[in-house]
């Protein structure tokens, strides 16, 4: 579905309205969809589709996981999550998983951006240099 100019503009202009102290809020995000499909305007089919392509990538830049070899020591975990809140600014939600084919060494993924330290990163960047 073409998204026309205007829906964009109202999209993004419901985005900014959902955002408390630059963070999204989740009670607006809901109240404002519920507001967008009471009233039915023009074209509020591909408002929604954007706002909702909108929402979707703030929450892919305010999440990040981390994936570690071994179990991942509770100082480690803070000091990351610290790095990376000063990093990426406030809100940001930290998963961390166990991955043993990493073999050691850490993965990070916030958003579109990806941090990789691992060994198995390293080797497979050797191989892909031959």
Same mark, same amino acid.
């Given at each position: 579905m073409k998204i026309s100019k205007q829906a964009r503009r109202d999209a993004k202009e419901? @985005?900014?309205?959902?955002?408390?102290?630059?963070?999204?809020?989740?009670?607006?995000?809901?109240?404002?969809?519920?507001?967008?499909?009471?009233?039915?305007?023009?074209?509020?089919?591909?408002?929604?589709?954007? @706002?909702?392509?909108?929402?979707?990538?703030?929450?892919?830049?305010?999440?990040?996981?981390?994936?570690?070899?071994?179990?991942?020591?509770?100082?480690?975990?803070?000091?990351?999550?610290?790095?990376?809140?000063?990093?990426?600014?406030?809100?940001?939600?930290?998963? @961390?998983?166990?991955?043993?084919?990493?073999?050691?060494?850490?993965?990070?993924?916030?958003?579109?951006?990806?941090?990789?330290?691992?060994?198995?990163?390293?080797?497979?960047?050797?191989?892909?240099? @031959?």
């Open positions: 419901l @985005f900014r309205a959902c955002q408390v102290n630059g963070l999204l809020d989740e009670d607006r995000v809901r109240r404002a969809v519920h507001e967008v499909v009471a009233r039915k305007p023009r074209g509020y089919n591909a408002i929604l589709s954007h @706002f909702e392509r909108l929402v979707r990538l703030d929450i892919d830049r305010r999440s990040a996981r981390v994936e570690n070899a071994v179990e991942t020591p509770p100082e480690l975990m803070a000091a990351l999550e610290a790095s990376l809140a000063r990093r990426y600014g406030p809100g940001l939600k930290t998963t @961390f998983w166990i991955n043993p084919e990493l073999i050691g060494g850490l993965r990070v993924k916030v958003g579109s951006d990806l941090y990789d330290s691992s060994v198995l990163g390293r080797l497979n960047a050797l191989r892909d240099s @031959f």
